[in-house]
């Protein structure tokens, strides 16, 4: 088991890392916690269906014969890829919105704000909890529809083999469910996050990112997938975008 000196020297080496080398440390964090994600999120659903198949084996009286598979030989590992892979420049995307909110929400343009609604002296407390809120509703209502209708779900889409025709039905379809369920995982996490001393930010931030991109690779992994497909929204969006709706 680690101890603290050790725990202390792996962060600093990380810190270090991200200072001498953003980009490729950024992206790695982001390829291993997209692939850790993916393996959570793909358990998960071998879990619902198994508990799924059991429960209708019981309502019609069969007697299900139990078939030992180990659940890591069940990994769709063309998928784990697939999410990993789009993790890696996923992370740098996110770095550029993190780096340019800091600017953005400087203490300068913290009091202007809120000057023009009228606190003028305002406290070290009153500028967190402002800036905070600032950054949680920016996030929510611009950077996520940007970075999820531009980059998530249409990558996602492509990466699953299907059409640029298609992308428009998958954002129209899917953009919607990912904000709200970034609004149930990030906002009481980001008023954590943003909280937090330094040195503790980025272990909480990756813990909690594990969970959200647990989350995304669901989202992902539907991308393209023709099961409960919305055909008049289909249709719609070829009279928007004509072509082959799938591959």
Known sequence: ?????????????????????????????????????????????????????????????????????????????????????????????????????????????VLAVLRTVGIIDASDTIQKVARTGMLILIEQFVTCPLVYGFWEIPVSTLLNGSSTSRILYEVKDKLGDMLIENAKVWTLANVIIYNTPLQYRSAISNIMDIIWQSVVSDFAADCGNDDGIDEELVVAMQDVNPGPVGT
Request: hydrophobic share 40%.
């Open 1 to 109: 088991m680690m101890n603290a000196s050790s725990i202390q020297f792996i962060a600093e080496a990380y810190s270090n890392s991200l200072v001498q080398y953003p980009f490729v440390t950024r992206g790695t964090t982001g390829f291993f916690l997209c692939g850790i994600a993916d393996i959570i999120a793909q358990i998960r659903g071998y879990g619902s269906e198994s508990s799924s198949a059991n429960d209708q084996d019981l309502e019609s009286k069969q007697i299900r014969v139990p078939v030992s598979v180990p659940i890591l030989k069940k990994i769709n590992l063309p998928r784990l890829g697939r999410f990993a892979m789009k993790g890696f420049f996923g992370t740098i995307i996110w770095a550029v919105w993190y780096d340019y909110s800091a600017h953005l929400l400087n203490s300068n343009n």
